[in-house]
Nanobody, 129 residues
Framework: VQLQASGGGSVQAGGSLRLTCVASGRSFRRDLMGWFRQAPGKEREFVAAISRTGGSTYYSDSVKGRFTISKDNAKYTVYLQMNSLKPDDTAVYYC???????????????????????WGQGTLVTVSS
């Protein structure tokens, strides 16, 4: 059972990247899925999450309006579309899964990394000015 994140790379400010997280080993249809990031010298922080059904999405204030999280249950895949990238977005990005989340889990719950049991290995995003 694992999560595999990919899609990171180097891009200039204002550019776009799409991160992909593929789940394997079991069905993740009923999981809350999230993206977190850790910048050099900083603690890991919440970026975005998508509810079990995909009907609700949550974002940190720093990425709201620029990033979009989505999921394709048939492909066991979660995406993070990142537009208008800034140098402050430079970080290792991690996807995570929470199999215990209730259907009505809201933004406060979804943003807490301690609620996620399974983590991917991370993919590096570097944004240059």
């Amino acid at each position: 059972v694992q999560l595999q994140a990919s899609g990171g790379g180097s891009v200039q400010a204002g550019g776009s990247l799409r991160l992909t997280c593929v789940a394997s080993g079991r069905s993740f249809r009923r999981d809350l899925m999230g993206w977190f990031r850790q910048a050099p010298g900083k603690e890991r922080e919440f970026v975005a999450a998508i509810s079990r059904t995909g009907g609700s999405t949550y974002y940190s204030d720093s990425v709201k309006g620029r990033f979009t999280i989505s999921k394709d249950n048939a492909k066991y895949t979660v995406y993070l579309q990142m537009n208008s990238l800034k140098p402050d977005d430079t970080a290792v990005y991690y996807c995570a899964a929470d199999s215990n989340a209730i259907l009505s889990a809201g933004p406060d719950y979804s943003s807490r990394q301690e609620n996620y049991q399974l983590w991917g290995q991370g993919t590096l995003v570097t944004v240059s000015s």
